[in-house]
């Protein structure tokens, strides 16, 4: 069955930096556009990023946009977030998810916590 | 401030229906049909209810339906279970630079 799996949260400093990852398998991971949405503590959902199947097309949220970087490594099935000077605001439960159409996120991951504090 | 607007709080007796909804504009809801409908419960990663405005994927029961007039979709739970007590998101697809847009959230309480 699908599954995806992420890591990679954990404590940094403002200013700091994090590299996120999510394995993914029980499907073609090379046929699926993948994203990550995050979750502040106790606020509602906000799409991050998306990269498409073959990596070609990538868009951001404009709260990232310049900080963050996707990527995905079809060979070892595998997704990434390179978050770069992390503020008190990044601070969320970080989830990848597979798209299957248009923004439709049917599978996701339990989630990584990441917390932006001195 | 979110893209899609959600009421805050829903609620209802078991056995009742409600319905939640998720207004946008012309750009994201109600220029295509990829609205989509998350349940999250506490501590838990959200999951897909409804795709495509009113599609359910296998397995999520048919109490569940999903509908659009305009720019403002809905979800409507009909015999409500208290293990219906959630959140829930709308998002749309959106022909802006980010791609998906997601509602605040309405929190259902069963009564």
């Known amino acids: 069955q699908v599954q995806l799996v992420e890591s990679g949260g954990g404590l940094v400093k403002p200013g700091g930096s994090l590299r996120l990852s999510c394995a993914a398998s029980g499907f073609t991971f090379s046929d699926y556009y993948m994203s990550w949405i995050r979750q502040a503590p106790g606020k509602g959902l906000e799409w991050v990023s998306y990269?498409?199947?073959?990596?070609?097309?990538?868009y951001y949220a404009d709260s990232v946009k310049g900080r963050f970087t996707i990527s995905r490594d079809n060979a070892k099935n595998s997704l990434y977030l390179q978050m770069n000077s992390l503020r008190a605001e990044d601070t969320a439960v970080y989830y990848c998810a597979r798209e299957s159409v248009a923004g439709t996120l049917g599978y996701w991951g339990q989630g990584t916590l990441v917390t932006v504090s001195s | 401030q979110s893209a899609l607007t959600q009421p805050a709080s829903v609620s209802g007796s078991p056995g009742q229906s409600i319905t939640i909804s998720c207004t946008g504009t012309s750009s994201d809801v109600g220029g295509y049909n990829y609205v989509s409908w998350y349940q999250q419960h506490p501590g838990k990663a959200p999951k897909l209810m409804i795709y495509?405005?009113?599609n359910r994927p296998s397995g999520v029961p048919d109490r569940f339906s999903g509908s659009k007039s305009g720019n403002t979709a809905s979800l409507t739970i009909s015999g409500l279970q208290a293990e219906d007590e959630a959140d829930y998101y709308c998002s749309s697809y959106t022909s802006s630079s980010t791609g998906v847009v997601f509602g605040g959230g309405t929190k259902l309480t069963v009564l």
């Open positions: 990269i498409s199947s073959s990596g070609s097309t990538i």
């Open positions: 495509e405005v009113s």
